[in-house]
């Protein structure tokens, strides 16, 4: 049975086809700086925008037509939804999805319930990803939808909403280490804070850290080796978010010492959320080895929340590409599409849509930072407006052998500092433009 029947497997057709059901950049095989582009993007579908979203919003209830639904959350439709999601993922050549507990699974009556319930499905994803080779890139647990986690998880006032949630993620854990998944992501959901006159702000820092140990050191007792990854994002549901940015999530984790077991999963929404760009976000965690997986998205700057739109923009995909491509690629990370479709696109093959936009917008992205690259435009300019730190008095402070007392001495001697040189902002941007093709 056929859920898109009227769509076949999406193909590439080369940047001329007019065919809106057709790759024009993404060409899984083709090879860019010496790996596939299926290698390098390693794609991944969202299981809760894309086969959970309803298009529900605070002013209308749902209105997507989805016709395999029945309008119930029971395990009945959770296994049929298995079915749904593969055939959509096959068709559009994706190598991964991501999913949360509650995505995939419902809740039961009580905890030993909504795990039967989880291990039927996650029976039914094993079979479906050895039969299409479709692969689990990272899983999660929803803290934060269910009313007990009204004040936080792991972050609660209530110590036994945190016992709950460290059950609900030991076996989010076992089960993504069942199903082989690469990695493991915590997004804060509602951990962080909205008044302090009511908060105990150090101490819920300190539970939140004790949790993430806890897992951990039950990964390591099951022999999970996939990485774990922290999501930040600076509000929304709660306006303190506790892992707002990537300075932020690396400081805490620094500070707890989790810094080895932690890498970060950057989402362009949240970024932008946080008051900076794709870019930096991405710039700052890879710099300092932080850089794990990338939620793939853009919020809209006109609206201040995560409205977690699909990425189009060229400028920031090929931004994303050469933060990427510099550090040689993205490990076992991968671009989830954490975006869903507007409210106003409510036919099946909208998802389809919404997706090739995504891959190709990040096929393009890629070609075009690989040729800056080529070029060397950036990194040699870089490197030159650098130059006096190779020699000299750079080279004596950045290997520890300056002073303040030895600066002095130079100084004196030199009097005034060598004369500054322009940095070529607008230049820079006008040599961008020139790749945007
Ligand atoms: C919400 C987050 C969420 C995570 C997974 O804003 O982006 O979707 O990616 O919990
Ligand atoms: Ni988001
Ligand atoms: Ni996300």
């Known amino acids: 049975m056929s859920f898109f029947p009227e769509i076949s497997k999406i193909k590439y057709e080369g940047a001329d086809s007019k065919n809106p059901l057709a790759f024009r950049h993404y060409n899984p095989d083709e090879v860019v700086e010496g790996k596939t582009m299926k290698e390098h993007l390693r794609f991944a579908v969202c299981y809760w925008h894309?086969?959970?979203?309803?298009?529900?919003?605070?002013f209308g209830?749902?209105?997507?037509?989805?016709?395999?639904?029945?309008?119930?959350?029971?395990?009945?439709?959770?296994?049929?939804?298995v079915d749904v999601a593969f055939e959509f993922i096959e068709k559009l050549d994706v190598p991964?999805?991501?999913?949360?507990?509650?995505?995939?699974?419902?809740?039961?009556?009580?905890?030993?319930?909504?795990?039967?319930?989880?291990d039927a499905v996650a029976a039914k994803l094993?079979?479906?990803?050895?039969?299409?080779?479709?692969?689990?890139?990272?899983?999660?647990a929803n803290l934060f939808s269910n009313p007990r986690f009204v004040?936080?998880?792991?972050?609660?006032?209530?110590?036994?909403?945190?016992?709950?949630?460290?059950?609900?993620?030991?076996?989010?854990l076992e089960v993504t280490k069942e199903l082989g998944g690469e990695n493991y992501v915590f997004w804060g959901g509602r951990e962080g804070y909205m008044n302090l006159l009511n908060t105990n702000l150090r101490r819920e820092f300190d539970h939140l850290a004790k949790f993430l140990h806890m897992a951990v050191d039950y990964a390591k007792k099951i022999g999970f080796t996939g990485q774990f990854l922290i999501e930040p994002k600076p509000k929304e549901p709660t306006t303190h978010q506790y892992d707002s940015d990537c300075a932020a999530c690396t400081a805490f984790l620094k500070t707890y010492d989790l810094d080895k077991y932690f890498k970060l999963n950057i989402e362009t929404n949240h970024a932008t959320l946080a008051g900076h760009t794709m870019y930096h976000e991405l710039t700052y965690a890879s710099s300092y080895g932080m850089l794990g997986s990338i939620d793939a998205n853009r919020g809209d700057l006109l609206l201040g929340w995560d409205t977690d739109q699909f990425?189009?923009?060229?400028?920031?995909?090929?931004?994303?590409?050469?933060?990427?491509?510099?550090?040689?690629?993205?490990?076992?990370?991968?671009?989830?599409?954490?975006?869903?479709?507007?409210?106003?696109?409510?036919e099946p093959v909208d998802l389809f849509h919404a997706h090739i936009g995504g891959m190709d917008a990040f096929a393009h992205g890629l070609k075009i930072a690989a040729a800056i690259r080529k070029d060397g435009v950036l990194n040699d300019f870089v490197k030159t407006r650098y130059a006096t730190w190779d020699t000299g008095?750079?080279?004596?402070?950045?290997?520890?052998?300056?002073?303040?007392?030895?600066?002095?001495?130079?100084?004196?001697?030199?009097?005034?500092?060598?004369?500054?040189?322009?940095?070529?902002?607008?230049?820079?941007?006008?040599?961008?433009?020139?790749?945007?093709?």
């Not at 997507?64 to 009945?76: H, I, N």
């Not at 004040?151 to 989010?172: E, I, L, P, R, W």
């Not at 933060?323 to 975006?339: E, P, R, T, Y």
């Open 311 to 346: 990425p189009t923009n060229l400028y920031e995909t090929a931004q994303v590409m050469l933060v990427v491509l510099g550090q040689k690629g993205i490990g076992s990370g991968g671009l989830n599409f954490d975006a869903k479709v507007r409210r106003e696109s409510f």
């Open 96 to 118: 991964f999805y991501c999913f949360h507990d509650r995505d995939v699974s419902p809740e039961g009556k009580n905890l030993a319930e909504t795990n039967k319930n989880l």
């Open 393 to 437: 008095v750079g080279a004596e402070i950045e290997s520890g052998k300056a002073t303040f007392e030895t600066l002095e001495k130079y100084m004196l001697a030199k009097g005034e500092a060598d004369k500054n040189v322009s940095g070529r902002q607008e230049m820079l941007e006008n040599i961008i433009n020139r790749y945007m093709k």
């Open 61 to 81: 209830p749902g209105c997507a037509v989805r016709p395999w639904e029945d309008g119930t959350d029971s395990l009945e439709m959770a296994l049929k939804r």
């Open 126 to 140: 094993k079979a479906a990803q050895a039969r299409t080779g479709i692969k689990l890139l990272w899983g999660t």
């Open 50 to 58: 894309t086969f959970r979203g309803t298009g529900s919003d605070p």
């Open 151 to 172: 004040h936080g998880a792991s972050t609660s006032c209530n110590a036994d909403v945190f016992a709950y949630a460290g059950a609900q993620v030991k076996k989010a």
